[in-house]
């Protein structure tokens, strides 16, 4: 026989809980008055139930802690992904905004100019001169062609040099290379402006008397095919020469730095670059015939211009 049976104490504990389990059996009925048994095994039960009840509650408050940490977590990760996405919203809004003003400009344009326009982005600069050339992503494919100007909302930019299928190589004003009829505007001088393959320009008067001043504007003369006359070159920042020669430095309109958009002169009244050969109309029988000498056409070109805007 095992030794636990020989125990008295294994005995005293037997008992004990028997007439527990006959006690708790005997009040299942429904009374109102407790035993003197009862009454002392409740209290002596008491400080138990106290302890195992703040274990209890313990342990369901730890389950409610880990829950809820895993809930701030999930909130806190997403919080993190918004606030990660912001930045480049913000940054969207701003460049729609940006082209959204440059597109209200470049309408603007438009509606007072004569001139028809085919817009371009800027794809590329010169790596050696940041100030000699510039490529767009308009080519032969949209009808550009050699020469054509090359402008934005503020002014002249340079003329087209070389074309591709699909894309052309800008000589922008600035380049050395550069040379462009120019006139002030309100003295009405004339001169040649070049290049300095930097910000500023230099112009060369044909007049050595030629009345010009800090601040007074430039614009072409429209003395040559390449360059609609009136177009805004920029202002006068010095003025300086003695003698045979006079020249003055010019601080371009456009801002060479931040070029991201332009506008390719397609057609000007001056030239009628950019449009077809029309056909001579043919005098009917019972029309007078045309003089053997007709008259040349005028100084601003006797082609209709189409109806001026910017092709997209």
């Not at 299942?28 to 139930?49: F, G, K, N």
């Amino acid at each position: 026989m095992p030794r636990i049976f020989r125990s008295k104490t294994f005995y005293v504990v037997l008992v004990a809980a028997v007439a527990t389990l006959v006690l708790l059996g005997a009040t299942q009925v429904e009374r109102t008055s407790v035993t003197r048994a009862e009454s002392w095994l409740t209290d002596a039960l008491a400080p138990l139930q106290a302890v195992s009840s703040r274990a209890v509650r313990a342990v369901s408050g730890t389950f409610d802690a880990i829950a809820e940490l895993g809930r701030l977590r999930s909130e806190n990760q997403h919080l993190r992904e918004v606030l990660a996405q912001q930045p480049g919203l913000q940054t969207q809004m701003e460049e729609l905004q940006v082209e959204n003003e440059q597109l209200r400009r470049e309408l603007d344009l438009t509606k007072r100019s004569p001139l028809r326009y085919l817009s371009a982005d800027v794809i590329g600069r010169s790596s050696d001169n940041w100030f000699a050339t510039l490529t767009i992503n308009r080519g032969s494919h949209d009808g550009i062609t050699r020469d054509m100007a090359v402008v934005t909302e503020q002014g002249l930019v340079g003329r087209v040099f070389k074309v591709t299928g699909r894309t052309a190589s800008v000589m922008l004003l600035t380049d050395r290379d550069s040379g462009i009829g120019s006139l002030v505007a309100q003295s009405r001088d004339a001169g040649i402006l070049r290049g300095q393959d930097q910000a500023d320009l230099t112009m060369r008067f044909f007049n050595p008397d030629a009345q010009v001043n800090v601040g007074d504007q430039v614009l072409t003369s429209g003395l040559n095919s390449l360059f609609p006359k009136g177009i805004p070159v920029g202002r006068v920042s010095q003025v300086s020469g003695q003698g045979l020669v006079k020249e003055a430095t010019v601080a371009p309109a456009v801002d060479f730095y931040h070029l991201e958009r332009v506008l390719v002169v397609t057609w000007s009244p001056a030239t009628g670059m950019g449009l077809p050969a029309l056909p001579e109309p043919q005098p009917s029988q019972d029309s007078p015939a045309a003089p053997a000498n007709p008259p040349g056409p005028t100084e601003t070109g006797g082609t209709t211009p189409p109806q001026g805007g910017v092709t997209p």
